[in-house]
């Protein structure tokens, strides 16, 4: 009579619930289902009453389930909804299908009845796989631009922790990926990239300073990676980018580009200059030998008692001037790619010089002055353009320079002030 009177209760209050309901006694023994219940088995809900709750789970979970059923019915508790289990439940045709079970309870002893609240959630996890295999697509996508990138490349959040890494940077650093993701890139530099760089200390520090100090806005930070014995030499142009939205907003993507053939070829580049100056310097020599007028005091005293800046201060500030101007000239033209023909103001400086009677080292020393006078303002990136292009403008004022004396010795003329040459 008591159980009629508990079916009539329970399928007042809960017969009509979207969810499914199962009631078992303290002996796991179903004593009352709902219609969604049913639906959701297959079963009958004849075929269910008096029957253990095991029926509804696959066999090989029935003699684990009625273990931790006994367990639950000596300590019983709630237990929400989503805590956590992968569990799985058995329709009456034998199809299996994942749920959440929420477990709620009342009496106690042979009185207790709990009651369990199944969701299937097959539609969940098919879109929970999904999403899975989407990310995993993504990412796959992700790394595989990112790894084919000639360019090293770390991702950091804002807390400096490591994100990820790239193949290029594994290579240029000697680390691994699943080494690094986590650790704090500052840590990382110092006690793994530090040790192999030249003069580590200001790379350092302009990381660790952060977005303020870190190298941005088109300048670039050199590093030179030193030779081991399983790691080449190479130098490194690091340049960080802030990430300014999505998941990573407020931290960082660094690169770094690989420059090691720039950087020798303009290594070989810079001693061919000096082998053409030196050679340059010596046919000037001859050739002022050739060039040099009858010897008087005036002219003795120009051409070898005193260089050129103390013998004749005014003229030479006027030429370091313009020569400074040429030299502006050139960065322009590197910069902006543009055509000026910096030949015929160079032409017009050699002539000055070939007038006063300048040897190759006024020609040094007037480069020097006025490169020394562009370090003191110009920030480093425009310095470097000043020593890349003033090699060039050096051996063309050279060779203008040695022209102007063969004229002359071969003319036998007076030389013309202003003239260009």
């Not at 029926?55 to 006994?70: D, Y």
């Not at 477990?103 to 609240?117: R, V």
């Not at 003191?376 to 004396?405: D, F, K, N």
Request: proline residues 5%; aromatic residues 6%; charged residues 30%.
């Amino acid at each position: 009579m008591a159980s009629v009177r508990h079916a009539i209760r329970f399928d007042v209050l809960l017969g009509s619930s979207a969810e499914c309901i199962v009631i078992t006694d303290c002996q796991g023994e179903i004593i009352w289902v709902n219609e969604r219940a049913e639906n959701l088995f297959g079963y009958r809900r004849d075929e269910l009453l008096g029957r253990t709750v095991e029926m509804l789970l696959p066999e090989r979970l029935r003699r684990v389930h009625a273990t931790h059923r006994g367990k639950y019915a000596a300590h019983p508790r709630n237990r929400p909804m989503g805590a956590g289990l992968d569990l799985v439940a058995r329709r009456k045709d034998g199809s299996e299908f994942p749920v959440e079970i929420a477990l709620s309870h009342a009496g106690e002893g042979k009185d207790l009845l709990i009651m369990a609240t199944v969701a299937d959630i097959t539609a969940r996890r098919a879109m929970e796989v999904e999403l899975a295999e989407s990310e995993a697509r993504y990412r796959s996508l992700i790394d595989a631009v990112l790894d084919s990138s000639a360019s090293g490349v770390v991702i950091r959040d804002a807390d400096f922790g490591v994100v990820w890494v790239n193949k290029v940077l594994e290579e240029f650093f000697g680390v691994r990926r699943s080494e690094v993701v986590g650790e704090d890139v500052r840590n990382l530099l110092r006690l793994r990239v530090g040790p192999m760089i030249e003069s580590p200390e200001a790379f350092l520090q302009r990381v660790a300073e952060g977005d303020e100090g870190a190298v941005g806005s088109g300048e670039d930070f050199e590093i030179h990676v030193l030779p081991a014995e399983n790691r080449p030499e190479r130098w490194l142009e690091y340049r960080s980018e802030p990430i300014r939205a999505g998941l990573f907003a407020g931290g960082r993507i660094d690169h770094y580009y690989d420059g090691t053939e720039l950087k020798r070829a303009e290594q070989a580049r810079v001693q061919l200059m000096e082998e053409r100056i030196r050679e340059l310097e010596s046919d000037l020599h001859a050739l002022e030998r050739v060039a040099r007028p009858p010897t008087a005091a005036v002219t003795a005293h120009l051409l070898g008692v005193l260089p050129l800046r103390e013998a004749a201060p005014a003229p030479f500030a006027e030429m370091s001037r313009d020569y400074g101007n040429v030299m502006d000239e050139a960065l322009e033209r590197r910069i902006y790619k543009t055509g000026q023909n910096l030949s015929e103001p160079l032409s017009e400086l050699a002539g000055r010089l070939g007038f006063l009677k300048a040897t190759p080292r006024d020609v040094v020393e007037l480069h020097s002055g006025v490169l020394k006078e562009k370090s003191r303002s110009a920030p480093p990136a425009r310095m470097r353009g000043y020593l890349e292009e003033g090699h060039l403008l050096l051996v063309e004022l050279i060779g203008h320079l040695a022209t102007w004396y063969r004229n002359q010795a071969f003319n036998g003329c007076e030389p013309e002030p202003g003239k260009r040459y």
